[in-house]
């Protein structure tokens, strides 16, 4: 199955998925293309190194998100892209795109949603003074945050724990968890 990683930042859950797939972890799966809609993005870099496609959009040149969804669109149907994965993709994709694609867009959030929904999920959680946050990989619906969930897992904030040690702790689980869905739902075991 031909995979999309769309991205903004880093690409640390893009290198977790490059890693896995390496090693056999996404089944089938490749990773056909990465998504950017930011020139300057690390995660472009690690694409590049491993010799994967890129395709950089920025929302620039768009009056629209529906207009800037089809661009991409386009850009998917020539890769025969079967599932996309979200990995710190920091647009809110038009209905169209989800519609388009429903049941093959997967997330993954940084909180235990339905709490902490939106681009701040570490950080509101932190800041909310709670005890446990986590890792939430879901279906992308049009509601922001709010597809149906594929898996959560727990990360306990500890007395005293800084920010950036909390947001280490949150990305070991993305890693782990991420790929994990992926190679499933590659491998037909789960559907929304």
């Given at each position: 199955?031909?995979?999309?990683?769309?991205?903004?930042?880093?690409?640390?859950?893009?290198?977790?998925?490059?890693d896995?797939?390496?090693?056999?972890?996404?089944?089938?799966?490749?990773?056909?293309l990465?998504?950017?809609?930011?020139?300057?993005a690390?995660?472009?870099?690690?694409?590049?190194?491993?010799?994967?496609?890129?395709?950089?959009?920025?929302?620039?040149?768009?009056?629209?998100?529906?207009?800037y969804?089809?661009?991409i669109?386009?850009?998917?149907?020539?890769?025969n892209?079967?599932?996309?994965?979200?990995?710190?993709?920091?647009?809110?994709?038009?209905?169209?795109?989800?519609?388009?694609?429903a049941?093959?867009?997967?997330n993954?959030?940084?909180?235990?949603l339905?709490?902490?929904?939106?681009?701040?999920?570490?950080?509101?959680?932190?800041?909310?003074?709670?005890?446990?946050?986590?890792?939430?990989?879901?279906?992308?619906?049009?509601?922001?945050?709010?597809?149906?969930?594929i898996?959560?897992?727990?990360?306990?904030?500890?007395?005293?724990?800084?920010?950036?040690?909390?947001?280490?702790?949150?990305?070991?689980?993305?890693?782990?968890?991420?790929?994990k869905?992926?190679?499933?739902?590659?491998?037909?075991?789960?559907?929304?």
């Open positions: 199955m031909n995979i999309a990683v769309f991205v903004s930042g880093n690409g640390s859950n893009l290198q977790a998925l490059i896995a797939e390496k090693k056999g972890g996404l089944s089938s799966g490749k990773i056909k990465v998504v950017c809609d930011k020139s300057d690390f995660a472009l870099v690690r694409a590049k190194k491993h010799n994967i496609p890129v395709f950089v959009l920025t929302g620039d040149r768009h009056a629209s998100r529906e207009e969804d089809k661009v669109i386009e850009e998917l149907d020539q890769k892209i079967g599932l996309i994965v979200l990995a710190g993709f920091m647009r809110i994709l038009s209905g169209h795109f989800v519609n388009k694609y049941n093959r867009i997967l993954i959030h940084p909180a235990l339905p709490a902490f929904k939106g681009a701040n999920g570490i950080k509101d959680a932190y800041d909310a003074g709670v005890d446990v946050t986590g890792v939430t990989v879901h279906f992308v619906i049009e509601e922001l945050d709010s597809g149906p969930i898996f959560q897992e727990e990360v306990k904030i500890g007395k005293n724990e800084s920010l950036e040690k909390l947001e280490e702790k949150i990305h070991k689980v993305e890693h782990k968890l991420y790929p869905a992926v190679r499933m739902f590659v491998d037909g075991e789960m559907r929304s």
